[in-house]
């Protein structure tokens, strides 16, 4: 079993529409998780974090967390071709030390 | 502000060559990674810093590779010899005491190509 799981998509989605992208971890002592947003060619750019239970919201993202289930979710509002791009997700261990990232999501928004 | 500073950005060299990737974290960060990508493996962390002491190098893939950090501003990753199939994408990231470990600040990366 990976670390941290994502589907690698691609997930295309139309303009305006709501993006929804999933991911799960292994280590149920993480704390901190993380999306980070990769234009291709370029490097990985921090875009939310959460390290509680719940919603976290910033614009039109809203990051979702569940402990139990061992679940994080970042959803993208009103999605623009501007958001294609690679979503990773990513956890910090046991202890907080050390990040680990998943496969990451490709997504497309069709203009 | 720099943001976090990678040399050199591309490099081409030949199977049993050495391969040495630069890195100048920002100022005032006391925690530097050095992270590989590649198509097959995706972002996989090599060895962590913190206040330029090796933390963790338990990602280092074999011996060939080694990594130092002489002082707050610097950091090197070296291959000796470099083989194909290290060919990837290095990234050189870093962050501030106040956040936390995941909050990484990535340079614009290193991309290895051994023949």
């Known amino acids: 079993q990976k670390e941290v799981e994502q589907n690698s998509g691609p997930l295309s989605v139309p303009e305006g529409a709501i993006a929804s992208l999933n991911c799960t971890y292994s280590d149920r002592g993480s704390q901190s998780f993380f999306w980070y947003r990769q234009y291709s060619g370029k490097s990985p750019e921090l875009i939310m974090f959460?390290?509680?239970?719940g919603d976290k919201e910033d614009g039109r993202f809203t990051a979702q967390l569940n402990k139990a289930s061992q679940y994080v979710s970042l959803l993208i509002r009103d999605s623009q071709p501007s958001d294609s791009a690679t979503y990773l997700c990513a956890v910090t261990n046991t202890g907080g030390f050390k990040t680990i990232f998943g496969a990451g999501t490709r997504l497309f928004v069709k203009a | 502000d720099a943001g976090v500073i990678q040399s050199p950005r591309h490099e081409v060299t030949e199977m049993g060559q050495e391969v040495t990737l630069r890195c100048k974290p920002i100022s005032g960060h006391n925690s530097l990674f050095w992270y590989r990508q590649t198509m097959m493996r995706g972002l996989e962390l090599l060895i962590y810093f913190n206040n330029n002491v090796p933390i963790d190098d338990s990602g280092m893939p074999e011996d060939r590779f080694s990594a130092k950090m002489p002082n707050a501003s610097f950091s090197t990753l070296k291959i000796q010899p470099s083989e194909p199939r290290d060919s990837a994408v290095y990234f050189c990231?870093?962050?501030?005491?106040?956040?936390?470990?995941?909050?990484?600040?990535f340079g614009e990366g290193s991309r290895l190509t051994v023949l």
């Open positions: 959460i390290y509680s239970n």
């Open positions: 990231a870093s962050s501030s005491p106040g956040q936390g470990f995941g909050e990484l600040f």
